[in-house]
């Protein structure tokens, strides 16, 4: 992450961009993400392999996108916990990204998968559940793009209340003495996620705080996983870097405390401090 810019700044600057200036990368900025990509870590240590891929070289295509020249992609074994892991590590290079000026969007299915898979040589067992662009944002969005944002809201987003409760679902998280945790709280907040859903729910319990998936149909996809994890995996990442930037350390756990909840929530892991 770039020394001079703050995680929490990095997350408020960032949105997604879907259209570009047909610029290529600088080498500077280039070298930089191509060494931040040789190793990515995330608290399931599960690998996730990146690669930039030439859309030219591999035919690769979006028709909600317009002049790019660069992609990353990325590939994972399914094993448990693979979405949020791969969410988790996504994210890392995203804001990466973000933090040299590089604009991204996170895709799923608006390209041809088939073309992107094959790019990224999947090996047995391994999945592909998402890709982005990688290129300097143009200064006027397209009309493709400026409809899609309005259509998913995409500058809309939940109220706190909503997605953090203290103790038991219900009872809705509405600040406290940590300026720490409520600044982390916001970030989680502010992540991004398909269709703007924000799928995720945490229950702030004395030093822990526990993640769950509200789970919406149509976002579990055998080409790509449970899309709803991975978004849990991007709100993660928020987290535990807000956390690390403000100077505590987390640890993650996957231990199900037993809480009661909602219908259609379930329990995704849990980071305390």
Known sequence: MADTMDISEIIK???????????????????????????????????????????????????????EELYLGAKIKKVPHFEEAFGYSFEAVVLFAQSLGVGTVWMASTMNRDAFEKAMELGEEEIMPCVSPLGYP?????????????????DKRLGIEEIAFEQEFGIPFKGC????????????????????????????????????????????????????????????????KVMESGGRDVTLKTDDPGLKVPEGVVYISTYSW
Not at 43 to 49: A, K, S
Not at 186 to 207: C, T
């Open 13 to 67: 600057m960032r949105r997604s961009v879907r259209t570009f200036n047909k610029k290529n990368l600088t080498e500077e900025d280039l070298a930089q993400i191509k060494e931040f990509i040789k190793d990515v870590k995330n608290p399931y240590d599960i690998p996730v392999e990146f690669r930039l891929l030439d859309p030219k070289e591999h035919g690769l295509k979006s028709k909600v996108l317009k002049g």
């Open 177 to 240: 003495e940590d300026k720490l945790l409520e600044n982390v709280i916001e970030m989680v907040r502010l992540a991004p996620s398909a269709k703007n859903m924000q799928p995720w729910r945490m229950i702030i319990s004395g030093n822990s705080v526990h993640f769950y998936e509200k789970k919406d149909p149509g976002f579990d996809r055998e080409e790509a996983g449970d899309i709803q994890k991975i978004d849990i995996g991007i709100a993660m990442y928020h987290f535990a």
């Open 138 to 154: 143009a200064d006027k969005m397209s009309v493709v793009e400026t409809v899609m944002r309005k259509t998913i809201g995409a």
